[in-house]
């Protein structure tokens, strides 16, 4: 498979927030942190 990297489409910026929490670590038995964590700035 071949994997290509490209620049974000201005479309494609909603999503990028629901891709970003998707990619948090979540180890297994841990609560996931509420999505408004992508929204603080620390």
Sequence with gaps: METVIRQLKEE???VLG???YEAI???EGV???PVTLL???S
């Design 39 to 41: 929204k603080s700035p």
């Design 31 to 33: 609560e996931p942190p």
């Design 12 to 14: 494609e910026f909603g």
């Design 18 to 20: 629901d891709f970003l």
């Design 25 to 27: 670590f979540i180890p």
